[in-house]
């Protein structure tokens, strides 16, 4: 909800000090300008990227006006069933949580952490990555690589829409000085108007310059910004699960193996030494609450 206040703020800035000097609003009323810059941005937009990337800029914006569900709960819930599931396999060995990741849907240990079971890319990653590890037939170096490619790959294709947006952004104060432009030849054919009509028109023609950069600094870039922020997030997520199985593989027990888990997370999010400690000392046994 931050970039809506963030608009609204931008918004009554620039044209409420526009009202406190004496300007008009009717001098900004422009529609055919605003319809020119934007729809030109639109079909650039449209004509550089797939329909994937158009369909992938539209499913992000929902995500944007909610809450980041990546937040220090669902680390700390995530832990907890990594230590569950890793705390199992080293007690009854790897072959114990196979038919935990083979239907986790009717799983003891992923029914009690509903919101890493209801999130398909993190479910993904982690029963892919057990499953490889039940396997043993991968080392802990080609599997640490084979992760680094799959977080690499999620991140080119979660950041498609925000790369989108940026040019547009980028292209938006371009597409501006051509209506300017158009507005000044438009001024240029009527010369021998009188000064006031060659005025409005010249002052008309300034709009665009305005639009185009007011659109793109003022609202196109922030959603990209927005957008990439939701990516990032969500790449953490997946490092946080790559370094805890990546200990656990190299022998560390799982309660070290989740405190490696947490020291790859943002400062803002990452529970303390403490608090992950107890937290882990109060996870039961699988199909048990904590």
Do not use: W
């Not at 023609?205 to 939701?230: D, H, N, Q, S």
């Amino acid at each position: 909800m931050f970039i809506l206040l963030g608009f609204v703020i931008v918004f009554v800035s620039v044209f409420g000090s526009f009202i406190a000097m004496g300007g008009h609003l009717g001098a900004l009323y422009q529609p055919f300008e605003f319809v020119l810059i934007a729809g030109t941005a639109l079909g650039a937009y449209i004509a550089s990227n797939s329909g994937k990337s158009v369909k992938m800029l539209f499913s992000a914006f929902p995500k944007i006006l909610k809450k980041n569900p990546y937040s220090k709960d669902l680390y700390m819930e995530l832990m907890a069933l990594l230590y569950v599931l890793l705390n199992k396999a080293r007690r009854d060995g790897l072959m114990s949580v196979e038919s935990d990741i083979e239907e986790p849907q009717t799983s003891p240990i992923f029914t009690e952490y509903p919101r890493i079971l209801n999130d398909e890319n993190l479910m993904e990653f982690i029963t892919d990555y057990l499953r490889l590890m039940i396997s043993g037939n991968m080392s802990p170096f080609e599997i640490e690589a084979l992760m680094d490619q799959e977080i690499e790959a999620h991140h080119n294709e979660s950041n498609v829409p925000a790369i989108g947006l940026r040019a547009v952004a980028d292209a938006l104060p371009a597409f501006g000085i051509v209506a300017a432009v158009l507005g000044v030849i438009k001024a240029l054919a009527a010369v021998d108007q009188p000064p006031a009509i060659l005025a409005d028109l010249i002052s008309k023609a300034m709009v665009g310059t305005f639009l185009g950069i007011f659109l793109a600094y003022g609202f196109v870039a922030p959603l990209a910004a927005c957008i990439e922020r939701r990516s990032v997030a969500s790449e953490k997520v997946l490092e946080c699960i790559k370094v805890t199985l990546l200990a656990s593989m190299n022998g560390y027990p799982p309660q070290l193996a989740v405190e490696f888990g947490r020291k790859v997370l943002y400062s803002y999010l990452r529970p303390s030494f403490m608090e992950l400690e107890d937290h882990v000392r109060q996870t039961r046994a699988p199909g048990k609450k904590a």
